[in-house]
C-alpha cells in the first residue's frame, strides 16, 4: 500500500522535474501547455491533488492560499502561447506546493490504496 503523499512525491517529479536537457530540469507541465486551452486546465487538475491532500491534513489557512496562489498563477500563464511553456520549466508550481506540504505530514491520515495491481 502507498501513502497518498508518495504518490503525490512521484507524481510532482512526473510534472515538473523528470527530465533534464543542458542541466535544466523539467516534466510533462511545461508540455501540457502546448495543447491550447486543455493542456493547462490538465496540469491544474493533477495540481489539485496536492490541494486536496492539504486539505486532507487539515494545513493552516495560508498554506492553502499560497498552494491555490501557485495553481492559479500555473494556469493563467501556461495559457500564454510559448510563454507559458517557459514560465512551467521554471516555476514548478508543483514543487513549490510539495514543499508547502512536507512540514504537515502524517502518514496515518494519508494511508490509503491508491491503485491495485
Known sequence: ?????QFAQRLVRLMDTKFN???I???IDPLLDFWP??????GAGISSYLFWIAY?????????????????LDFILGEVPLL???????????????ALLTPYVNPDVLEG???QA
Open 113 to 115: 490504496v491508491i491503485f
Open 84 to 98: 507559458g511553456a517557459v514560465f512551467d520549466v521554471f516555476y514548478k508550481a508543483n514543487v513549490r506546493n510539495l
Open 21 to 23: 536537457f543542458f542541466g
Open 37 to 42: 486551452g486543455f493542456g493547462s486546465l490538465i
Open 56 to 72: 486532507r491534513l487539515k494545513v493552516p489557512s495560508r498554506i492553502y492560499f499560497r498552494m491555490g496562489w501557485n495553481i492559479f
Open 1 to 5: 500500500m502507498k501513502s497518498h503523499f
Open 25 to 27: 530540469r523539467f516534466g
